[in-house]
């Protein structure tokens, strides 16, 4: 009787870069060039890499797009939404009568 070996598919490989790694090279391509600046290509150039890394984190350009208008959003908006819940934090009178909100600052 002749048995059969079945070849195991190899695991996945973690890649060396990690998620935040691609996250920040996107951000900063975004401020240099804008949303058509943010290519996978130059990502991964840039990071030293191969662009198949990319694809283990997100499954698409936009996805990563997406991500970073989600971390804009919650790292510049996140004072402006303490003051609307509560319009009296943070806030202190100035000399000359002034406001200053030290939630935004």
Same mark, same amino acid.
């Given at each position: 009787?002749?048995?059969?070996?079945?070849?195991?598919?190899?695991?996945?490989?973690?890649?060396?870069?990690?998620?935040?790694?691609?996250?920040?090279?996107?951000?900063?391509? +975004?401020?240099?060039?804008?949303?058509?600046?943010?290519? #996978?290509?130059?990502?991964?150039?840039?990071? @030293? %890499?191969?662009? *198949? !890394?990319?694809?283990?984190?997100?499954?698409?350009?936009?996805?990563?797009?997406?991500?970073?208008?989600?971390?804009?959003? +919650?790292?510049?908006?996140?004072?402006?939404?303490?003051? #609307?819940?509560?319009?009296?934090?943070?806030? @202190? %009178?100035?000399? *000359? !009568?002034?406001?200053?909100?030290?939630?935004?600052?």
């Amino acid at each position: 009787m002749t048995s059969r070996r079945t070849k195991k598919k190899p695991a996945a490989r973690k890649p060396a870069l990690g998620r935040e790694a691609w996250l920040r090279a996107g951000r900063v391509a +975004l401020i240099r060039a804008g949303v058509t600046g943010v290519e #996978i290509n130059k990502l991964a150039r840039a990071l @030293r %890499v191969t662009r *198949g !890394g990319f694809y283990y984190f997100f499954p698409s350009r936009q996805r990563l797009l997406d991500e970073l208008l989600e971390d804009w959003e +919650l790292t510049n908006t996140a004072a402006f939404d303490a003051v #609307i819940r509560d319009p009296g934090v943070g806030t @202190r %009178v100035m000399p *000359g !009568g002034g406001c200053h909100n030290s939630a935004l600052a």
